[in-house]
């Protein structure tokens, strides 16, 4: 699953958890850190979440993860960490595994794990780097 497309529920609505916004000390002339901006600098697991920093116009800026599984939250902190130094926008395109037994598949075969399954003969190889799909013979494509 995309980082990106990491959600959890609230009053029954999946709602996503991604880059929502970010806490800092402002004074009257920063600019609020909004979104897929600035750089990840570090990961730190609280608890059952994941506290991110990043820096954002020169000042470091945080925020919280905290989704319902899967992925797990190692996975996730295991992605996470190994994109520290890049933009927040490319991180959240990254993939956390998602062990195979709670991979949904749809009718043709194609694992969807947070992302859009590619159907059969729409296009070849794995545009996204998240969704595969299992051959007569159990390898993936």
């Not at 529920?9 to 999946?14: E, L, N």
């Not at 190692?74 to 959240?92: C, H, M, Q, W, Y």
Request: aromatic content about 6%.
């Amino acid at each position: 699953m995309k980082i990106r497309n990491l959600k959890r529920k609230s009053g029954g609505i999946d709602v996503s958890v991604w880059a929502k916004g970010w806490t800092s000390s402002f004074e009257s002339a920063d600019k609020f850190a909004v979104g897929e901006v600035g750089t990840l600098k570090s990961v730190n697991r609280v608890g059952n979440r994941l506290s991110l920093a990043i820096e954002y116009e020169g000042r470091e800026h945080f925020g919280s993860l905290e989704w319902d599984a899967p992925p797990s939250l190692d996975a996730v902190e295991k992605a996470l960490r190994d994109n520290i130094g890049k933009p927040t926008r490319a991180v959240s395109e990254q993939c956390a595994e998602v062990p195979e037994s709670r991979r949904p598949t749809d009718a043709a075969g194609f694992e969807r794990r947070g992302c859009v399954a590619e159907r059969a003969g729409a296009r070849s190889g794995r545009s996204d780097g998240c969704c595969t799909r299992k051959t007569n013979t159990g390898t993936r494509v």
